[in-house]
């Protein structure tokens, strides 16, 4: 019958207060795209970083790695690269007489999928099949992924030459996808003045041991969602399969990411119920990915459309 | 502008107003025995084919009548926002506060509450207030207490037919074991801290920071360091490692039944809790680290109260 | 199942009911012995000062005052036999349920006995109707219904029993809310034509009026009472008062002193000569329990179901117990020229050696005169010339009565005039018989009709004479014409000084205080119409008007559908949404954003609850520590896990005292 934050959640703020400052040491100036990522992960999920390159895309992934004390695995893809290649091979073994797994990159905590796109789609859905079912087979032999298991796929603007990008369906399999943009002014001079990025990386302690993080995202699903804010999030759902102008509305699976999302973004604000506020906060990054309008001639940024939806759409 | 917004909000949430609470109203025994006496007045009144009798009679039937309409109104609109009870120990009395408004726009009256045995006194309700009962149960067993399905009923006007409005919430009590046993605290295992014994000054000196280890009391951590960003961080004092008990319930297998055991548990978490001693709680599948505090009792008084399948 | 507390009964709640219960046997006061009313008061004071001084009462703690109880119990069962005889009568039962409340009144200790206590007040209202139904008595009987239902609501909450207007208030909130079930249910209840059982004796009380006796001192007693015979309106034209002669019962046997019928005949009615105007009239005759009705001589049509009798009375069939109303026509200027031989010499009959003195004066006139009028001229000159006077209070007549009147005292009121003027003729050989009634009317200008009142009852005399059939002569008219032509009230102008109840009426002769009564009456009239005279007769009549067979069968249908029809738009009335839709913590927010709307910070219907906090917390800082605390109840309740109501409150109540 406890109302307040319970004292675990309060722990868990604070200590996710830590990982985030931290975290926000090294890539400067993006506060709530950190802040997201957590989210996404504490949420498990996975995220998908789409943006230019060289705007920190791998360092961010890297430093969740560091922060949360998770092994990590980097792929590069790129268009030679075979589905074996990400989640490991079975080599007959002479000495014993049988095929023994090696498993692949795959198999560890934190995968860092670098630009997906450039992959030929046989590979990119190896790694999706793998992400949506938390688990690798071949040959007949299924072995289960590390927990907690999180990727974090990178693709840059799809309109460059010689990708594929991620058709919609897959899409759908990221629980977020975020951008991270140019830093600002300040966060620029920081970045300019300040030491290399990959030493800090390297010196970052872990703070959080991968036990600690299993039991948060346990909680994570404990976070309180009532009734009034079920309400909300179906008044959302249902304004953007109903409401002119939203070429596909948004699917279950869609509203069930933006529930928990929303329960991780209520988690990283100490909270054991969450508030509309936190469904606003999550939705550009849950929905931008998922939602079109049908003007395709102007192509509306993510945001905007995410914008669009949350503005029709009254808090009952 | 702005009362077409709130017109708009309002809109918005007669949609799908919340259900309404069924309200069933029903002479009760007076009643019946008032239309009994009604029926007698009018037998009389058409032996002597008496007219003011006819009347008087067919008042008092519309009159009971209306009174159950009256009753019916009188609970309308009353609502239960829900009940709470805070925990208690064994033999203690669990009071839980049931916590009723009023949404109409008139007052109610007579109400009562009632949940099991447990009857409130006489209570009314202001148009648009709200009122908190209190009903307290004696907590015989460890465990959880559930409160019993409540009914509001009210007698009026005329007490001659009583209404009522029923509501099941999930509202509970935990009741933690008594805190017994005359067993002392168990021997420390840290022999520094069995030296500086259990107390644990605030003024010991101040010996450094160490990283945070999920478990660690909040109130060592070091939160000066933590707003400087400088990480999560606990403070170390000079007697080496704060003083500490184990409180194991696998050390006390030689006593009587689990009962009994559960009981001395809680009465050690009590002792620890006022000589301020850190201390971890083993109930061999669950493992509290050690800690100190209100809400580190709690969790302990908690975790003993739900042990296994209570006897 | 039921867990309702014992409620404790507090002073006031007890008060409540000895206040009620005290109304209700005053209703009862006047027709019950004093003892009855004085002892129930005592035992209502012996409750009240156990309430408030605690005088115990007679529980098994105080085993004497318990057997003093018994004892009470006991002697009020063997008084009341005594007194009236029995138990079961009317009366005596209601005697016992007065004395026996106040007894119930002592051991009242918890909420049932309260109640039954209650309902038996309500039972002893009902009895009071058996004595009269007038309009102050019903009432009455309302405000004794607010206070027994006033009482029941103090008990139903002990805690408001102190707020009386309150409890009144809803009291007759109740009952206008009942009216509209009982209009129906009294107008569509089937009405049985009979008694279910037989009722005790004493059943009606005695009606007064006129009987069929007369002897000196009946029409005087009936004088003194103001109370109405009945009521009649006519529909076009009507007569002078001096012209109305309502014919009651004809008088022919005497033994000197008093007067009684003749033989019952079954010979039909002598035929009527009629002439001049016709009168066409209904009555509204209060009950006399006597089997004749009044109407006014000589009736040309009668009522259904009645007939004329030989001596030209409209006969019932059977005695009037309830207030009636009918309708006849009639002509002031009628003969009847029929009669046989037996009837004139039934009405030539004297006692033989009575009145020595009227007879040989009679003799004598008959000798200096041989025609009949003449003597009747003679007889009437006498009373007309000697010093004779009309008067309610005459001196005690000793000896014969008519000679005594004739020639000692002179003073005497209709019936002596009546009495003497009939030995006179009939000593003279003029068949004459007396005629008693009603004579004249009070107007009311207010209704349009005549009031007959008991002091309205008079008695003339017929005459026959040869030629001309029975002729009417009212020696009353010789002595004081004004008796006649202008009523009783304007022929006895001291009367008021004698007579007790019409004392009032007479000396205080203001022209409102006349119209006053004039519009009380007509009021009265209206109410016995149609309310208490409503009956299986007129339920049938007026079912016949709407052309509905009126069986029980067919008024039991349409009172079950009416009642249910006007219950259902009855509770739907009193229970029309006054609700307002959503829960208590949207609404409490709701509020809360009207009342910042108000000081022009609307909430976008989007904008979540921390957002807007934020945002009208700097735009208005000085409330922002409210909004914030408010906001922060309100997202906790609304959004918080848990069904725990505390927050809900706190908001509800925080909202109600924030002032942005």
Known sequence: MTILSSPNLLNDKTILDTVIATAGEVVVGKQHEIKLAFACLLARGHLLIEDLPGVGKTTLAHVLARVLGLSFQRVQFTSDLLPGDILGVSVYEKDTGRFSFHPGPIFAQLVLADEVNRATPRTQSALLEAMEEQQVTVEGRTHTLPVPFFVVATQNPSHQIGTFPLPESQLDRFLMRIELGYPDVSAERTLLKGRDRREMVAEIEPILQPKALFEMQQRVSEIHVSDALIDYLQELLNHSRRAPGFLAGLSPRAGLSLRSAAQAWAMLAGRSHVLPEDVQAVLPAVVGHRLRVRDRAHEAAPEDIAARLLREVAIP | MASATAAGVRGRAEVSPPPRIAVRVLPNRYGWLMLLVLGVMLLGSINYNNNLGYALTFLLMGVWVMAHVHGYRNLRGIEVLGARATPVFVGEEAVFEVFVCNSSARASHGLAISAGMVTTDMFEVAAGDSHTARLSFPAQRRGVLPLPPVTIASGFPLAIGTARIGWRGEASATVYPHPAGALPLPETDDPAAAAAGYALSGDTDFAGLRAYRTGDSLRQIAWKALARERGLHVKRFAGGVAAQVELRLRDLRFIGDPETQLSQLARWVMDAERAGISYSLDLDHVLLPAGVGEAHREFCLQALAHYGPPS | ?660
């Not at chain 3, 036999?81 to 119930?104: E, H």
């Not at chain 3, 007569?239 to 002193?257: F, Q």
């Not at chain 3, 009168?279 to 000589?298: F, K, N, Q, V």
């Not at chain 3, 009207?594 to 000085?622: C, F, I, N, S």
């Open chain 3, 1 to 660: 199942m039921t867990a309702t507390r014992r409620i404790e009964l507090t002073r006031p709640v007890v008060a409540w009911l000895a206040v009620s219960l005290l109304m209700v046997v005053l209703l009862h006061a006047r027709q019950q012995p004093l003892w009855v009313c004085g002892g129930f008061l005592a035992l209502v004071l012996w409750r009240i000062l156990h309430a408030w001084r605690g005088v115990p009462l007679p529980t098994r703690d105080h085993r004497m005052l318990w057997l003093l109880k018994h004892a009470l119990a006991i002697g009020i069962f063997w008084v009341v036999y005594r007194r009236f005889g029995g138990v079961i009568g009317r009366d005596a039962g209601i005697s016992l349920l007065i004395l026996l409340i106040g007894l119930k009144l002592l051991e009242m200790k918890s909420q049932r006995e309260f109640v039954l206590v209650a309902l038996l007040g309500f039972f002893l209202l009902v009895t009071a109707f058996f004595y009269s139904q007038s309009i102050p008595v019903a009432v009455y009987a309302l405000a004794c219904v607010a206070a027994l239902l006033g009482s029941m609501v103090a008990m139903a909450l002990p805690a408001r029993a102190r707020a009386v207007g309150a409890n009144l208030r809803l009291a007759g909130t109740l009952m206008l809310q009942a009216a509209p079930l009982m209009l129906i249910a009294f107008v569509l209840f089937p009405r049985p034509g009979s008694p279910l059982w037989t009722l005790p004796k004493d059943a009606r009380h005695a009606v007064s009026g006129l009987s069929e006796e007369m002897s000196p001192g009946e029409l005087t007693r009936l004088t003194m009472s103001d109370a109405v015979a009945f009521r009649a309106a006519f529909s076009t034209n009507r007569p002078s008062v001096a012209e109305m002669y309502w014919r009651g019962p004809v008088l022919v046997k005497t033994d000197g002193r008093t007067w009684t019928p003749g033989e019952p005949s079954d010979r039909p009615a002598p035929a009527i000569t009629a002439q001049g105007v016709r009168y066409s009239y209904s009555i509204t005759l209060e009950p006399t329990d006597r089997p004749w009705i009044y109407a006014l001589e000589h009736p040309s049509s009668l009522p259904r179901g009645t007939r004329l009798s030989r001596d030209l009375r409209v006969l019932s069939g059977r005695p009037i117990t309830d207030r009636i109303r009918y309708s006849a026509e009639s002509y002031t200027q009628a003969w009847v020229a029929e009669a046989d031989s037996e009837e004139l010499r039934a009405a030539l009959q004297l006692p033989p050696d009575a009145h020595p003195r009227a007879q040989a004066l009679a003799r004598q006139w008959r000798r200096e005169d041989r025609s009949d009028e003449g003597v009747v001229r003679r007889a009437l000159q006498r009373f007309r010339d000697e010093p004779f006077v009309y008067t309610l209070s005459p001196r005690e007549i000793h000896g014969d009565p008519v000679d005594g009147f004739l020639f000692g005292t002179r003073q005497g009121f209709c019936e002596h005039y009546a009495s003497a003027f009939t030995v006179l003729m009939r000593a003279a050989q003029i068949p004459a018989r007396i005629v008693t009634g009603y004579q004249g009317g009070e107007y009311n200008p207010v209704g349009d009709y005549y009031i007959v009142r008991q002091r309205d009852a008079h008695a003339w005399v017929e005459v026959w004479l040869g030629h001309r059939g029975w002729v009417r002569v009212d020696p009353t008219a010789a002595v004081a014409p004004a008796r006649v032509q202008r009523g009783i009230d304007q022929a006895l102008p001291g009367l008021g000084a004698t007579v007790g109840e019409a004392a009032a009426d007479l000396a205080v002769d203001f022209a409102a205080w006349r119209e006053l009564r004039y519009a009380y009456d007509a009021l009265n009239n209206r109410w016995n119409h149609w309310v208490i005279s409503y009956n299986a007769r007129r339920q049938s009549a007026m079912f016949d008007e709407f052309g509905l067979r009126a069986d029980w069968r067919a008024l039991a249908l349409l009172l079950g559908a009416a009642l249910l029809l006007a219950g259902t738009l009855l509770v739907a009335w009193s229970l029309r949404g006054r609700r307002v839709h959503g829960d208590a913590i949207a609404r409490a927010y709701r509020r809360f954003c009207t009342k910042l709307a108000r000081r022009g910070h609307p909430r976008a219907p989007h904008e979540g609850p921390m957002d807007y906090a934020r945002r009208v917390g700097a735009a208005l800082p000085a409330a922002a520590a409210d909004i914030a605390r408010i906001t922060g109840l309100y997202a906790r309740a609304r959004y918080g896990p848990g069904s725990s109501g505390a927050d809900a409150q706190a908001l509800r109540s925080a909202v109600r005292r924030f002032a942005p």
